[in-house]
């Protein structure tokens, strides 16, 4: 549990020095904490909101997960401060850097 809450902090942080328009706390705590709020948003919520969005899912081929992501970005940053997201575009942008990121690093923790 320990080594995916750094993989979500690294990709978070690597995100928001990729991305213009996400900003993210330079204090390791903050950040540790954006981490597990992500984390739990992935976790809790977005199972519900992609079973919700099963239609637009499968009209796009899947592709509107990347809208998902990008929501699910934006509630992280809604519940912490050490999160700023400026524009959709860059809460789209996040979510996929994120993901990415996240998905290569946790093939090396294995």
Request: hydrophobic letters at 70%; proline letters at 3%.
């Amino acid at each position: 549990m320990l080594i995916k809450l750094l993989i979500n902090a690294f990709a978070l942080w690597f995100a928001a020095w990729l991305v213009d328009g996400m900003h993210l706390s330079e204090n390791p705590i903050e950040v540790a904490i954006v981490a597990l709020v992500f984390g739990l948003v992935n976790a809790v919520i977005k199972p519900i909101v992609l079973l919700l969005s099963l239609p637009m899912l499968l009209l796009t081929l899947g592709l509107f997960t990347l809208v998902v992501n990008a929501a699910m970005l934006g509630l992280a940053a809604w519940f912490t401060a050490g999160l700023v997201i400026d524009t959709f575009a860059a809460a789209f942008l996040g979510g996929l850097v994120v993901s990415v990121t996240s998905l290569v690093l946790s093939v090396f923790k294995d």
